[in-house]
Structures are given as structure tokens and as C-alpha cells.
């Protein structure tokens, strides 16, 4: 199953709730751009530990249903959180008697994400045993439309003209054209956010020696991208 991950407006609505589990509300974006960032939170309350979760993506039909049938989209979620509740080992959600908010940051590679249409489908359940009948669903009607990221090739040139990577010393040099950018966060190809660089200033070197080597996306804060290797 792919993995993904975004920023949007908090949607909240009458508490779903199935025996010990409570879905709160959750913030689910309404437009995914491809290569770009992006950010979903979940709200929820439960008494029990719970076992099994999905936030996933699903094609819809013409008629703006859901197909089931088609590939979905998940939702890596990894240790990319930010919250006072984060999961617990595995994919388990720990135990919240008063509402737990996380918020999941990864990234849309397009690469992997079509261009397309879909809806949000949000899902809770105690254990992988626990019958279907049982789970408990978030709000699974919200429409969500990844769109491509048109990107010139003087954007990139820009990019390769500010950021230099040396896959020898495992070092990332931003020159003195660094223009508006402030941030750089990197991303391996499964999507998750391995390392975030703040305040960036021109002429800054910055370690990357504690990333595996391989393939990685940098993403600058005005969402400009460029794919490096290590």
C-alpha cells in the first residue's frame, strides 16, 4: 500500500463514537499539492488502547462515491507527529480519557500520489480482531483533489543554484543567493520528514551525517523542490 501525508482547515463534527473509542474531529485538507508538504490531525478519545487505525485516501466513483475497489493512499505515519499523546509501538494509539489531538506531517510525492480526485476515509478500531461492525469512522465524506505542482525549470535552476549537497562529506551548503527561503525540510522516498534545517542563512553548512545513504527530497519553505542523493 503507498504511503503519503498535510496543513487545513480543523473540521469538526458530532462525536462518532463505538464503545471505549471517540473520533472528536479531524483536519483534513481539501487540496493535496504533489511535491509538496502536508499535514492531517486526528482528535480522538478512548479508553482502551486502540490497536488498529487508518487514515487513507480512496479514488471516488463518477457519482462522488467512494471506490472501495481502487487503490488507496496511506497516510505514513512513522515518528512524524507532533502532540501529547504520540503513538505508542507499532501503529497503536494509547490510551486518552480527555480529547488527544496529533498532527502527521509528511509529504504528497507525486511520483507515487496521481493527480485525481478522492476522499478522506478515517477509521479506529481496539484490535485487528475487533469485527468491521465495530470500528469507528471519522468523517469519510470530505472531497480531496491532488493537483500537480508546476514547477518551471528556472524554479529548479534557482534550487540547484542556492542548495549544494556533497554526498562525500554528507554536508548540504546553501550559498549566498538563498533569496526568501527560511526553512529546508528533507524527506526519503517513502515520505517522511527525516530532518528539518530553521533559520537557514546564505553560506551555512549543514551536517547530514546522521542520514542513511540514498535518495532525498528537499523541500525549501516557498515549497521548491530538488531530489539528491547521499
Known sequence: MKKLLIMASVILFGATTQAQITINGQSTPATIQQNSAVTVSLTYTSTVTVGEWQIQLFPVNPDGSINYGGPSTQIYIGNNYTGSNPPISGSSLPIATSPSTLTFNSYCDGAIVPVGNYKWFVKL???????EGQAVYGNNDINVTVTSQSLSVSDFKKLSDVVFVNSATKTLKISDKIGDVNTVAIYNT???????IQDVTANSTHDLSTLANGLYMLVSSDNQTVKFVL
Open 190 to 196: 517513502s515520505g517522511v520528514k527525516v530532518k528539518t
Open 125 to 131: 478500531k481496539e484490535s485487528t480482531s475487533t469485527p
